[in-house]
C-alpha cells in the first residue's frame, strides 16, 4: 500500500508529514511519533495510540514509514510544496522566538505599560505556561473602540500538563473557578479534555485593576487543532493578530503554527473570486472561525470582523504577505492592494489537497452518500472539477465551528458558573446593540 506525501514541513525534532491513500488523511508529527488520522468513513477512527509503532528510519525524503508490529510497510513518495522552504534547524531560542513571531499569528508587544501589565497577569499563575498570548478587543486595537482600557483582557494559557497547572492554580486562585474546583483538578482537567475545543476558561476575574477571562489548553490539543482544525476554536483566534507575552520552545508548536496559517490561506483562497483586494483576503481569512459561530448570531457585534480586520492590515500583511508571495497561483500587485488567482482545476486541486483532514472530512459527507467509501484522491478531484468547490468548503468549515462553538458555549455555564454566563452574556448583549 502506497500512501503519498501531499506536504511536509521539518525542524530538528519534528518531521510533520501530511499524507493521503485510499482510506484516511493523516498528519504525522516525528518527535511524539503520534499519528492523528481522520478516515473517509463515518466511523474515524484515531490512531494516536499506535504511536508506540511507528518509526521512521531517517529523515531524508525517501525515508520508510515502517510499523513495528507485523503490518505492510508504506512507502513515502514525496512530493514538495515549499512547506520546508525555510525550515531550519534552530540554534537557539532566539531563532525560534524569532520563527514564532515572523510565521505565526502572534505579535510581540512592545515595551510598554500594557506589556508591563501583561506580564504581571501572567506571573501571578503556576509555572508551565508553554505559550500565552492576548487576544480581541481589549489586546488588539479594534475600529470603533475608543477606550480598550475599559474592555476584558483576554488570555489562552497553554500547559504541557493541565492537570498539574489546575491543582497548582486552585490551590493560588481559587476564587477564579466555579462548583468545580470542589471537585479536584482531575474533574476540572477531564472537563477541560472530553467536552466542548479542548479548552478550560475562567471569566469575568479581577486582576491588576482589570477584568480578565483566561482559557487554558494542553500543548499536543492545540497542535491537533493547528494542524487537522478539530475544532478551529484556538486554532481560529490564532489566523488573527494576538499579542505574544511567552514565547513557545516547543518545535512542535511552532510548526504547527506555520502549518494552521498555511491552511488558512489555501481555504481563503478557495473561497475568493478570482480578482480581489488585500483587505478582501484578510477579511475572508479572519472569518473562516467565525462562520457558523451560534455567537455571532446572538452577542456579537455584526461589524466584528470589519473591527479587526480594518485597523490592523499592516498586521495582516506581516502574517500572511510571504505565504502569499509563496503561492504559485497568486499573483499579487501590491502596489495596487490587489491579487489575482487562477480559478482553474490545477489551482483548486492544490488548495484542496492542503486543506486540514476534518475540513477534507466535511467534503467526503457533502459529495456522498452514506456507506460509499471513495479514495481521497477522488474526493479532491470530484471537487476540483467544481468550480462552485468553495460553498463546499465554506460549509464544512461551518459545520467545525458551529460545532465547537455550541459545545463549547454550553460547557462554559459549568466552568464559570450560571451566574457569571448571564453576566458575560448580557456584556456581550449590551456591546452588540451598541454597534447598530
Known amino acids: 500500500m502506497s500512501l503519498k506525501i501531499v506536504s511536509y514541513c521539518s525542524s530538528s525534532k519534528l518531521l510533520y508529514l501530511r499524507v493521503r491513500n485510499s482510506n484516511f488523511v493523516c498528519n504525522l508529527h516525528w518527535r511524539h ?209 494576538v499579542s505574544l507575552i511567552v514565547i513557545p520552545t516547543n518545535e512542535d508548536l511552532l510548526m504547527a503554527m506555520k502549518m494552521n496559517l498555511r491552511s488558512a490561506v489555501h481555504a481563503a483562497l478557495l473561497l475568493l473570486p478570482d480578482v480581489f483586494t488585500e483587505e478582501q483576503f484578510y477579511t475572508k481569512v479572519a472569518s473562516l472561525s467565525y462562520a457558523g459561530d451560534i455567537r455571532m448570531g446572538l452577542a456579537e457585534d455584526k461589524n466584528k470582523i470589519a473591527n479587526i480586520v480594518k485597523p490592523n492590515m499592516q498586521l495582516f500583511c506581516r502574517m500572511y504577505g510571504p505565504l502569499l508571495l509563496e503561492e504559485e497561483h497568486v499573483t499579487w500587485w501590491q502596489t495596487e492592494g490587489q491579487l489575482e488567482q487562477a480559478l482553474t482545476y490545477h489551482s483548486r486541486h492544490h488548495h484542496l489537497k492542503c486543506l486540514p483532514g476534518q475540513v477534507l472530512y466535511g467534503l467526503l459527507l457533502q459529495k456522498y452518500q452514506v456507506g460509499v467509501f471513495p479514495d481521497l484522491e477522488e474526493i479532491i478531484k470530484r471537487h476540483a472539477y467544481d468550480s462552485e468547490c468553495g460553498k463546499y468548503v465554506a460549509s464544512s468549515v461551518r459545520a467545525i465551528v458551529k460545532r465547537s462553538s455550541l459545545t463549547q458555549s454550553l460547557k462554559g455555564i459549568l466552568t464559570a458558573g450560571l451566574t457569571k454566563s448571564l453576566r458575560y452574556t448580557l456584556n456581550k448583549v449590551l456591546k452588540k446593540l451598541k454597534s447598530r
Not at 510497510?73 to 531560542?93: E, I, R
Not at 469575568?204 to 478551529?232: C, F, H, N, Q
Open 33 to 241: 511519533l503520534s499519528l492523528s488520522c481522520h478516515r473517509t468513513v463515518p466511523s474515524s477512527v484515531n490512531l494516536k495510540y499506535m504511536s508506540s509503532c511507528i518509526h521512521f528510519n531517517n529523515f531524508k525524503h525517501d525515508s520508510q514509514l515502517k510499523f513495528v508490529r507485523p503490518v505492510s510497510n508504506f512507502s513515502l513518495q514525496h512530493k514538495h510544496t515549499g512547506a520546508d522552504k525555510n525550515d531550519k534547524k534552530f540554534k537557539n531560542s532566539n531563532e525560534k522566538s524569532q520563527l514564532f513571531v515572523d510565521t505565526s499569528s502572534l505579535v510581540e508587544v512592545e515595551q510598554s505599560p500594557q506589556r508591563i501589565l501583561y506580564n504581571r497577569i501572567v506571573e501571578s499563575f503556576p509555572e508551565g505556561i508553554q505559550l500565552a498570548f492576548a487576544y480581541g478587543s481589549g489586546a488588539i486595537q479594534q475600529q470603533n473602540s475608543l477606550d480598550s482600557s475599559k474592555n476584558m483582557l483576554d488570555f489562552i494559557f497553554v500547559v504541557d500538563k493541565p492537570k498539574k497547572w489546575h491543582r497548582l492554580n486552585i490551590e493560588k486562585h481559587p476564587h477564579h473557578y466555579s462548583f468545580l474546583k470542589h471537585f479536584g483538578s482531575n474533574s476540572v482537567t477531564r472537563i477541560q479534555e472530553r467536552y466542548g475545543a479542548g479548552t478550560y476558561f475562567n471569566t469575568l476575574v479581577p486582576m491588576e485593576g482589570r477584568l480578565v477571562k483566561y482559557g487554558v489548553i494542553s500543548t499536543a490539543r492545540l497542535i491537533t487543532d493547528l494542524l487537522d482544525w478539530e475544532s478551529l476554536y484556538i486554532s481560529g483566534r490564532m489566523h488573527k493578530p
